[in-house]
């Protein structure tokens, strides 16, 4: 027989006696399972179902957040802790009684909860970021020194009526990255998409509703100088130079917007943007962050911008208490209505300098006052 043939066989008989296993002998015990791991009592009590003992008297409960035991109608108990929570000291503002079970946001975990964290690759493909050209590069530059020149001839001018300023975006790219991550994770988190532009949907408002001149008294009008700013914004973020800012999980405030350099006064932080409707479809909408858009004299032609599908940073911007000098103390930025060519749009614009890591808040109600600021944190 050949060597070949010879080492083959050895080779299979190896094989064959190792998947062979010995029988077990009499009277030895039966091999002992592996030893299986124990589980943290924290990882039980997470996935255990909860009981709540019931009291016999709720009179002594009071609100977790304001420490009031008034307007007991509101409070919510929650069904795992049992501590009370009146509806308007939740963020978001709960609008009606929850049915069926309600859990608080500490012990839903919202309290604790953790952004995922998107690629670079994910957070350009997210906000749509144009790649800038070399000529585009040129024509920023060119811009940018006309927009030096005129300021030159027009100082006396300046002196009568202070312009908007562009926003500066922060000069490192991995910085903005980091900035627009954070804005995408809290969009992702709501179900949202990204949008910067006011959208019109079958079914709501149509864009021919949204005219300036059907404002009830006028509206404030944007001049010449001011549009081109505000489109030198929007082209800055087409190209995904956002404004220096952060999107901040707060466990009271829920989302909230932190300035992550100095802003300086009279800076554009933002356009409101998101799906337009007419008021009288969103009387009984849970969208805790409706904008005012236009106040008609035909109160069935006012019209709102409701960011609960699509929106942009201006959603998360928080409004401030203007009942109490404390609140309005918060306050650095405004929200304006303008006429931009003949439509309404809403601007979010800074009133002070604004320092780094300091919270961006803004009047609410604008100059209606008719939403209840008094229960903002």
Not at 88 to 109: A, D, E, F, T
Not at 150 to 162: D, E, F, G, T
């Amino acid at each position: 027989m050949p060597p070949t043939s010879t080492t083959t066989a050895a080779a299979r008989r190896q094989i064959s006696s190792r998947r062979r296993t010995s029988a077990p002998r009499r009277g030895s015990p039966p091999p002992s399972p592996p030893p299986k791991r124990m589980k943290l009592l924290t990882e039980i009590l997470q996935k255990a179902a909860y009981a709540v003992v019931e009291r016999e008297d709720y009179g002594d409960v009071s609100c977790e957040q304001c420490r009031s035991g008034e307007r007991s109608e509101e409070l919510l108990l929650c069904d795992k802790c049992d501590k009370g929570y009146h509806m308007k000291c939740l963020r978001p503002i709960v609008v009606r009684v929850p049915i069926g079970s309600w859990i608080c946001n500490q012990c839903s975990g919202d309290g604790q909860r953790r952004v995922r964290r998107l690629s670079q690759r994910k957070i350009i493909d997210f906000f749509r970021i144009q790649k800038c050209k070399k000529d585009d590069i040129k024509m920023k530059c060119r811009s940018l020194q006309d927009s030096r020149k005129r300021r030159r001839r027009s100082l006396v001018y300046q002196k009568k009526r202070r312009r908007l300023l562009p926003f500066i975006p922060s000069a490192d790219p991995t910085q903005r990255l980091k900035q627009m991550g954070t804005l995408a994770s809290a969009l992702t988190a709501l179900h949202m998409e990204f949008s910067d532009d006011l959208t019109y949907l079958p079914g709501m408002a149509p864009h021919s509703a949204n005219q300036a001149k059907f404002e009830q008294g006028g509206m404030q009008v944007l001049s010449k100088e001011d549009i081109e700013t505000l489109e030198q914004c929007r082209a800055m973020c087409k190209r995904g130079e956002c404004p220096p800012l952060l999107v901040v999980f707060d466990s009271c405030e829920g989302y909230t917007v932190e300035a992550d350099d100095q802003i300086k006064d009279l800076t554009i932080i933002a356009e409101y943007s998101g799906d337009v409707d007419y008021i009288k479809n969103r009387e009984h909408d849970d969208c805790d962050s409706m904008m005012t858009l236009l106040l008609a004299r035909d109160p069935s032609k006012s019209l709102v911008i409701c960011p609960d599908k699509r929106g942009n940073i201006a959603r998360f911007i928080n409004g401030i208490n203007n009942h109490t000098s404390d609140g309005k103390k918060k306050q650095n930025c405004k929200c304006v209505r303008y006429s931009v060519n003949g439509e309404c749009r809403v601007i979010l614009v800074a009133t002070r300098d604004i320092a780094k890591g300091e919270k961006l808040y803004y009047d609410y109600n604008g100059y209606e006052h008719e939403y209840p600021t008094q229960h903002f944190v």
